[in-house]
């Protein structure tokens, strides 16, 4: 005790909360690594299942080409029952031409409504604010 009756902080008692501070700091590094590391393991793991599904995904996509390649081999056979092969063939190949034109004006209409590809909402959101910014800047 002091003569004004304070307790007494000496040096080792700063010492050790300097050596606490310094620990800390060394377990929080160490803890960040960790988790950085875990982290790292983790999104390699995920990345692994992801190829790995996305070629499932591309083998599916192949083997649904072959099978509608199939069903319409089969339409055509079904439908040459009650006419010549040729005219079967004709039919089908017109009725998926006609498929094929539908989706892609379809699918032209669905790009030009996305272009340009710019976040159009957020440009003009952020020239209104630069604009407002400006002018509040000259007052």
Partial sequence: MTAGGSPRT???????VGELVQRATQQLSQLVRDEMRLAQ?????KGKRFGKGGGLFG???????????????TV???????????LA?????????AVTALMAALGKQ??????????????DSVKADVAEIKEKAQR
């Fill in 76 to 86: 055509i056979a079904a439908l040459s029952l009650v006419m010549d092969v040729w």
């Fill in 89 to 97: 063939a004709l039919i089908v190949t017109a009725v998926l031409a």
């Fill in 110 to 123: 669905q790009i030009s409504r996305a272009s340009p590809p710019t976040p159009q909402q957020t440009v």
């Fill in 59 to 73: 083998g599916a996509g192949l083997v649904g080409v072959l099978t509608l390649q199939a069903l319409v081999a």
């Fill in 10 to 16: 000496g040096e080792a008692g700063q010492e050790a």
């Fill in 41 to 45: 393991a983790e999104m390699t793991e």
